[in-house]
């Protein structure tokens, strides 16, 4: 498999560039492909009974091929007579290998994600009518009648059947497309059933495909509506899909698993800090374009250079503003430890009995931490020195 994903990305990418079809954002997207394959050799090396590395190694494998098989009919120019050996082939292969790529993608991942089955038998009937849907799309597009690309060529289907059209232009592919979005939904559905019963590593395994579909889904909207004519959109879409495989590879192998509440925090601080910031530095100079000349004005480099250090002021203390609003919201945990400890710690500045901070100290200890077993060893008094008999600490429930 890795021989053959080698050599279609070796050959495939010459052939873009000789083509003319090599663009900027395509480095991105072969980068996050040859992630799948690397991610899914790696599982299979070391899980091969998940089959979530087998189902990234197909991806990547469906993927490099393809794109050679579209690079080399492309090069053909399959619209003039004697056409080299297996451009056909090759065309007929471009014509329907995106369909499983989708499927396996889209479907069998989320539905089978992280430990390589189902989440019970009771979901059994959305892989059959997911397997049924792909294979009657594959098979429609691979039966059509003619084979075309928009650019290039458009030639007759050596094993084409008459009157099999393609499944975008006709009523059965719609039905089996609207089967296929169902049973999207359904694994969708599926991984959140599988998240909310799940605990201990297997919640942090979730976690992990979760934060990079998110992201995924984030920068799939932004390139579809927000720019979608911006090259460098699509390019961090590509890298973003990219992350989809190493997470769920970390995930599996168990790499730094706890390392996900983290990223997941600093993510969504940075995340809303730049959001924040950059809108009022936009507004700062809107309001200072307007001042100084009107909305279409250029405001002066002086006016500009200070809405950015007033920005640029702004970001510890929005920064800890922020930090605290997420912790209190998504990691309460952490949150009420630091409120506890803080507490604490004014309580030390007016307490003086050793007996009382012993017993708050256990407490403090036993519900920030939470330990199975918790003790607390006290330098003896030295001999001679005035000392009075403590009696033993214990945890006890105890909050500010």
């Known amino acids: 498999m890795l021989a053959v994903f080698l050599a279609g990305y ?116 959305v892989a059959v009518a997911a397997a049924a849907a792909i294979v009657g799309i594959t098979a429609l597009s691979a039966l ?41 939904v359904a694994a969708g559905l599926s991984l959140v059933l599988r998240f909310r019963r799940a605990q201990g590593v297997e919640r942090q395994q979730l976690k992990w495909f979760t934060y990079a579909g998110a992201l995924m889904i984030l920068s799939a909207s932004a390139s579809e509506y927000l720019l979608p004519d911006s090259a460098d959109v699509e390019v961090l879409a590509g890298l973003i899909l990219a992350l989809v495989p190493v997470a769920a590879g970390i995930a599996i192998l168990r790499y730094r698993l706890y390392d996900i509440d983290r990223l997941i925090n600093r993510t969504l601080v940075y995340g809303l800090l730049t959001a924040i910031l950059g809108l009022v530095y936009a507004g700062a100079v809107l309001l200072l374009g307007e001042l100084f000349g009107g909305i279409g004005g250029e405001p002066p480099s002086g006016a500009v250079a200070g809405a950015t250090l007033a920005v640029a002021a702004l970001f510890q203390p929005a920064r800890r503003r922020i930090q605290q609003a997420v912790d209190r919201r998504f990691n309460r945990a952490k949150y009420n430890a630091a409120t506890t400890i803080e507490a604490y710690s004014v309580r030390l500045r007016e307490e003086v009995d050793l007996d009382t901070l012993s017993t708050e100290l256990l407490a403090v200890v036993d519900q920030t931490m939470e330990p199975t077993r918790i003790s607390l060893w006290l330098r003896p008094s030295a001999p001679g020195s005035p000392s009075t008999p403590r009696r033993e600490a214990r945890p006890s429930t105890w909050a500010y």
Not at 145 to 173: C, F, H, M, W
């Open 10 to 125: 070796g050959v495939g990418v010459p052939l873009s560039v000789a083509n003319g079809n090599f663009q900027q954002e395509d480095s991105t997207f072969l980068l996050a492909f040859a992630a799948f394959m690397a991610v899914g050799a790696v599982i299979v090396a070391h899980r091969p009974g998940n089959a979530v590395g087998w189902i990234f190694s197909a991806i990547g494998l469906l993927t490099a091929a393809g794109w050679l098989a579209t690079e080399y009919a492309a090069r053909a120019n399959l619209a003039r007579p004697g056409a080299p050996p297996g451009a056909v082939l090759a065309a007929w292969y471009t014509a329907w290998y995106w369909y499983p790529v989708l499927g396996l993608g889209l479907v069998f991942t989320p539905l089978l994600f992280p430990t390589g089955r189902l989440l019970s038998a009771r979901w059994r009937p």
């Open 144 to 184: 059509k009648e003619t084979l075309q690309d928009e650019k290039t060529y458009s030639v007759r289907n050596p094993i084409g059947l008459a009157g099999v059209q393609d499944p975008g232009q006709s009523a059965v592919g719609a039905v089996l497309f609207g089967l296929l979005l169902v049973c999207m």
